[in-house]
Structures are given as C-alpha cells and as structure tokens.
C-alpha cells in the first residue's frame, strides 16, 4: 500500500518562481459532467476498519472526501467553476494528509493539463500539493517574487494546503501571506489539513479560520487514534 510519503511524491512537482501562470498548456483535459464510476476506487486504500472493527470518524471521513471528488469531477467546464474547501482536522497519524493526497492523485489521473516551463520542462497544472511548511520557506527565501508564486497558486483548479497551523510565524509576515493566498481562492476547490481540533481553529488567524468554515466550505474533524502506534491488539500500519 502507498504511504504518504510515496502519495505526496507522486502527485508534487517542481513550481519554478517566475514561470508564466497565464501561459496556455500544452495539453488539456476537462471533467466529465456526470458523476463517474471511477471516483469511488480511488480511495479504496484508505481504510475505515483498519484493526478490523469499523471506525466511524474514518468513515465519514471518507464519505465526505468522496463527494469532494465527485463535485470536483462534475464541476462544469469552465474557466473558472464554482468551488468549495474540505478542511480536514484531528490529531496526528489519523489519514488526513493521506486522504487528501488520494483526492489530489485521483484528479491528476483524470484531468491532463500540462504548461511548458521557460525551463523546457511539462508542469501538470490541474493541482498541486502545497505544505505550510514549504509555503512559508518560499516566501522567506523570495520576497521579492512572492506576488507571482501566490498568483500560480491561486490559479490551479484544485489545490491542497498541509498542514495548516504548523509553522511559527512571531512576525504574522507568513500569516498575512497566506490569507492572500485564501483569500484568492474562495470559491476554488481546496483541500485543507491540520493537526487541530475544530475548537482550537480560534488560535488561528481568524481571518483565516473564518475562511475555512463559511459558505459551502465543508469541516471534517477526525478525531480517532492513530493506528499505526502500537495498541491492545498489537500494531496495525494503516493510513499512513
């Protein structure tokens, strides 16, 4: 089975700073407009009754990353369709990277969109995997290049942000940064995670906690144990 590690490589490619975010791809691929019988394989590896007994946290979980691909799959084909956010909570090791992962890797098998890079090298530009972690070290290294590495960001169709909460941030530059980010992605498909519960998305920015739970914006908290720690039936490696 895929771990996360292994997921994240597969469905991450390189985002060159100062590559041209309105240039036309070289090749295309639109969503059907009806929900397909694809979706539902796709995140058969993840598990809802990992150590044999159903976890219904696990399940409605799934359920719910599920129908996230299926509004995305169905999505009219337009430039720029209407969206919405899966924002998924919980403690460490409880598959939420995982399952967005699967989300994103599921997208990139169905929709082909590739842009050619000044560098000579093909990009697929339907999605991307972004951490906060990573987030924040791209803009600390190029300040002066943040705008048009916000702005390709903004314009993928959908777009999962890891881990969000994780990285310090005293001076609030990163933070401010990041709203910019959310901000233009409203009505955007994205996939947010963090290692939270839903009662401390107060300690966020609340400029970008109310983001995460507005509109048509959809909160899964994930509140289970993490499988892969030894428990009183032994170890079990799931969802990792």
């Known amino acids: 089975m895929e771990n996360v590690n292994q997921l994240i490589k597969q469905v991450a490619s390189p985002l060159t700073v100062g590559s041209t975010a309105t240039s ?6 639109t969503a059907v407009n009806t929900a397909p019988c694809w979706i ?6 993840f598990k809802v009754a990992p150590n044999g007994t159903l976890d219904p946290v696990l399940r409605k979980a799934k359920e719910m990353a599920l129908q996230f691909l299926r509004d995305l799959a169905t999505c009219p084909a337009v430039a720029d369709p209407p969206g919405h956010w899966l924002t998924l909570l919980g403690p460490v090791g409880t598959g939420k990277t995982m399952l967005a992962a699967l989300i994103l890797k599921a997208w990139k098998e169905r929709l082909c969109v590739w842009e050619l890079l000044p560098c000579g090298v093909q990009q697929w530009r339907g999605g991307r995997f972004l951490s906060v972690c990573m987030f924040k070290d791209r803009v600390r290294r190029f300040p002066s290049e943040v705008a048009g590495y916000i702005d390709l960001l903004v314009d993928y169709p959908l777009l999962v942000i890891d881990e969000i909460g994780a990285a310090r941030d005293p001076s609030g530059a990163i933070t401010d940064r990041l709203f910019d980010l959310l901000a233009q992605r409203i009505h955007k498909f994205t996939i947010i995670t963090g290692n939270i519960s839903f009662e401390s998305l107060s300690a966020l920015d609340e400029r970008i906690s109310s983001r995460m739970i507005r509109d048509q914006n959809r909160v899964v908290e994930m509140n289970t144990i993490d499988y892969a720690l030894p428990q009183s039936g032994g170890k079990r490696q799931t969802n990792d």
């Open 24 to 29: 036309a791809p070289t090749t295309t691929g």
């Open 40 to 45: 539902d394989s796709r995140l058969n590896c």
